[in-house]
């Protein structure tokens, strides 16, 4: 995570958001009382549909099942893309 100062940051407005858009990375902008992080909306959307996922239980083991499937288990590309699933 890049870091600046609230200074920095407001004469650079425009140009730090740009790249946060582009970057998709956060930035911690640092103040004399707190700090704050600032962040693409795609990785803040992010964020937050990672936590919908976990904060429900059904998709959650499915993931975890998902995680312990070893690859010989798993549905091929080719089958996939021929059952339209």
């Known amino acids: 995570m890049k870091i600046t100062t609230s200074e920095n940051f407001r004469d650079n407005l425009s140009e ?3 790249k946060l858009i582009k970057s998709n990375e956060q930035l911690k ?6 700090n704050v ?4 909306e795609s990785y803040y959307n992010g964020i937050m549909e990672t936590l919908r996922i976990y904060s429900n239980p059904h998709e959650k083991e499915k993931i975890i099942e998902g995680l312990h499937t070893t690859i010989d288990n798993c549905v091929s590309e080719d089958e996939i893309n021929r059952n339209n699933l």
């Open 29 to 34: 902008v640092t103040t004399e009382i707190g």
């Open 16 to 18: 730090m958001i740009d």
């Open 37 to 40: 992080v600032v962040l693409s």
